[in-house]
């Protein structure tokens, strides 16, 4: 089965900056648009910024010219750099992503399991 794992979550002070990961495992014969969500205490999970096959992008107002997604399809990768982090971009960040696993088959849905972001001082 297909796996996305994300990492590089942790505390950072404002201003400074992180990068998440998210690697996808498992039998897989492409991976179609990637998004990263965020979800904060008591909030709904919201869309921080997505990526297509063709690496065309987009990013919610909030975070623009803050952070920069990306992808790596060899090593089956999507990045989030985040730079100039704000106290309102604690949360758990989700990696989400439409995979295919067979040629004839249409892509499936998946999400990770989330890692946290805290900025504080």
């Known amino acids: 089965q297909v796996q996305l794992v994300e990492s590089g979550g942790g505390l950072v002070q404002p201003g400074g900056s992180l990068r998440l990961s998210c690697v996808a495992s498992g039998s897989i014969v492409s991976i179609n648009a990637v998004g990263w969500y965020r979800q904060a205490p008591g909030k709904q999970r919201e869309l921080v910024a997505s990526?297509?096959?063709?690496?065309?992008?987009s990013y919610r107002d909030s975070v623009k010219g803050r952070f920069t997604i990306s992808r790596d399809d060899v090593k089956k990768t999507v990045y989030l750099q985040m730079d100039l982090l704000k106290a309102e971009d604690t949360a758990v960040y989700y990696c989400?992503?439409?995979?295919?696993?067979?040629?004839?088959?249409?892509?499936?849905?998946?999400w990770g399991q989330g890692t946290q972001v805290i900025v504080s001082s």
């Open positions: 989400n992503a439409d995979v295919r696993l067979s040629i004839s088959e249409r892509p499936q849905n998946y």
């Open positions: 990526i297509s096959v063709l690496r065309s992008t």
